[in-house]
């Protein structure tokens, strides 16, 4: 049974930091391409961000050099570093391996 389960959200002040991460069980977590989306109220689930198997990044533009996704394949473990969060960062952020999701952790950046 495959499980994403995505942790480290939380109530940040605009600029500040935030680490998420997401621990895999149930899959070759090696041989996926790792990614964050994320779901902001009343609007649709949008992609951040994504790490492939040869460790390459790939990030959506309004991530503008703030975040940052890392693997760690012996720990089956995805992160997403977040700095300088803004408002419109707010949302769920969810784990994604392609086929499954995590069920979300809520961020919410607010002063």
């Known amino acids: 049974q495959v499980q994403l389960v995505e942790s480290g959200g939380g109530l940040v002040r605009p600029g500040g930091s935030l680490r998420l991460s997401c621990k895999a069980s149930?899959?070759?977590?090696?041989?996926?391409?790792m990614a964050w989306y994320r779901q902001a109220p009343g609007k649709e689930r949008e992609w951040v961000a994504t790490?492939?198997?040869?460790?390459?990044?790939h990030y959506a533009d309004f991530v503008r050099g703030r975040f940052s996704i890392s693997r760690h394949n012996a720990m089956n473990t995805l992160w997403l570093q977040m700095n300088g969060l803004e408002p419109d960062d707010t949302a769920v952020y969810y784990c994604y391996d392609g086929r499954d999701w995590g069920q979300g952790t809520q961020v919410t950046v607010s002063s």
């Open positions: 790490i492939t198997r040869g460790l390459n990044e």
């Open positions: 149930g899959i070759i977590f090696s041989s996926h391409n």
